[in-house]
């Protein structure tokens, strides 16, 4: 238990210092590049993490599942399976991806050599979370949450040098640069683990475990990648430029998920006699984090975007309401989907979350999205998040959401979310946000009192 909560502050730390390194030299980036060059960096970076999604096909869900409880000498057959179908998964899905991307990528350059690189970040970028998946498993926490400050150190200065030096293309390699090194820290962390021996999976099995976990985010991806391109295509990568600052501001609310995420899922598939108790916690924890940072957040955007990124990004202040309250939306669900659910329970997770998305994606794509541009993007990730946090709340089979405690944060999110879709000026747009804040100190104060409240 004291390893454990030892790991959870050193990657809570850790996600503190990612962030603080990434927003400053971001900020630095968007202050020296023109705003198309952004909009570039923003679809790229995008289009990676939407191909780590989709190319998975649920093999990381599996294999986490089926290695945790295999002893550690007996994970090599799954291990080498897991390794070797992914790397061909993204190779052939970076390919793939590329057609979707030159229409509006072209205006920055279209040399044989820009689009290699291209092709090659695609694969590196979606691949190699995939070589830290056994190195987790084996609970070695320090060592993958530890990778993060080299990420950060590498993403934030490698692309900003190269990128003032030689332009879209200098980011583009040193976005590639950064990435394969973080891909050789996990081949030498995978060359540490002890030798292990044992039989791969039938392909039936590899496949089919996880697949209902998989139809989650890949719906997710075929709405948002596809939306996001659509905005660099029809609307511009200026539109998409704008998105950037939002993602930056999301960034703060995910440290305390990013962090807690990986470790209560494993202890959940390991079956620790904890797990209930740390899942319940890091809820608690996530949802009152988060809707504080957003009642704070809201009171000063207007003043500091503008000051911070300059004023072509004025326009980004909505947006970023909308996609910081869906990061803390999604950052409770995430929490509550770490119980490891296997079999039925799976399956109705799955057609839980893609229910949502099809009753809701559809309002986005066609109404929002082509009328409001960024907004509509933002209103289209909010109303996701929200519904489904909403959809899990309902459906709960471990009575983890549905508890007493959380009448008083559900009351503060209705109360506090028109302020991220609608813009309210004046006395009200003070008010409201200082209300919640009062709120969050109460239901705070209570819950620190509750069943002896610690994360872990």
Request: with cysteine; charged share 10%.
């Amino acid at each position: 238990m004291a390893s454990l909560k030892k790991a959870v502050k050193f990657s809570i730390f850790v996600q503190i210092v990612s962030k603080i390194i990434g927003l400053l030299a971001n900020i630095i980036l968007i202050r020296l590049l023109p705003i198309n060059i952004i909009g570039g960096f923003t679809l790229l970076g995008n289009s990676a993490q939407s191909l780590s999604s989709i190319a998975r096909f649920g093999t990381d869900y599996n294999y986490q599942i089926t290695a945790c409880k295999l002893p550690p000498n007996m994970r090599g057959g799954i291990q080498g399976q897991f390794l070797g179908w992914n790397a061909s998964f993204s190779a052939v899905a970076s390919i793939l991806a590329l057609p979707f991307l030159f229409p509006s990528l072209y205006p920055l350059g279209s040399s044989p050599w820009l689009i290699a690189l291209i092709v090659f970040y695609l694969f590196v970028e979606s691949y190699v979370d995939v070589l830290w998946e056994p190195v987790l498993a084996s609970r070695d926490y320090n060592q993958v949450f530890g990778r993060h400050l080299q990420v950060a150190l590498s993403k934030a200065v490698l692309p900003l040098i190269f990128g003032i030096t030689y332009g879209w293309m200098g980011l583009v390699a040193g976005l590639f640069i950064s990435t394969s090194l973080n891909a050789l820290a996990a081949t030498i962390s995978l060359s540490q683990l002890p030798k292990a021996k044992g039989n791969p999976l039938p392909l039936k099995v590899f496949f089919r475990a996880g697949l209902p976990f998989y139809l989650v985010p890949l719906s997710q991806q075929l709405i948002y990648w596809p939306a996001i391109l659509y905005l660099g295509a029809d609307i511009g990568l200026a539109s998409v430029g704008l998105l950037k600052v939002a993602q930056l501001v999301v960034q703060v609310v995910g440290v305390l998920p990013a962090s807690l995420v990986p470790i209560v899922f494993i202890e959940n598939a390991h079956g620790s006699v904890n797990a209930h108790s740390q899942l319940l916690k890091g809820l608690y924890a996530v949802a009152l984090s988060g809707l504080a940072i957003f009642a704070i957040y809201i009171l000063v955007d207007s003043t500091i975007l503008p000051i911070v990124f300059g004023l072509n990004y004025t326009n980004a202040i909505l947006p970023a309401r909308a996609m910081l309250l869906a990061a803390v939306c999604n950052g409770a669900s995430q929490i509550f989907q770490q119980q490891a659910f296997k079999g039925k329970l799976l399956q109705q997770l799955s057609i839980l979350q893609v229910s949502v998305l099809l009753v809701v994606a559809p309002i986005g794509i066609i109404w929002w999205l082509p009328l409001n541009g960024v907004e509509g993007f933002g209103w289209l990730n909010l109303a996701v998040a929200f519904f489904t946090l909403l959809a899990l709340i309902i459906w709960d089979p471990n009575k983890i959401m549905v508890r007493k405690e959380h009448v008083l944060i559900a009351i503060i999110l209705l109360l506090i979310a028109p302020l991220a879709v609608i813009p309210i000026h004046g006395l009200l747009a003070w008010c409201i946000p200082a209300i919640a804040l009062v709120l969050i100190a109460i239901s705070a104060r209570g819950l620190l009192k509750f069943d002896n409240w610690r994360i872990i």
